[in-house]
């Protein structure tokens, strides 16, 4: 059929807010605040759009940012804060 996607989403980028973004991974939502990424505040929507996805990583290659899928799931196992 025309317009039918073969290939399986299992993450996407669905709203970005003044205070961050939501992130859909394997049909669960988690919330990216800047205040603790803050790389994210500087970056273009394109930027925050671009991004990988692999091996229970996210990956923003041009901002070079990675973010363990672990750590949005249970943030409160990482407690530092994100620091360059």
Known sequence: MTGTTTLPIDSVVTSIQRTGF??????????????????FTKATVAQIHHFRHSHGELHWDELDVDIEIEALIHPEKYSLKFKK
């Open 22 to 39: 939501w992130i859909l991974i394997d049909d669960k939502e988690y919330f990216v605040d800047f205040e603790e990424y803050p790389d």
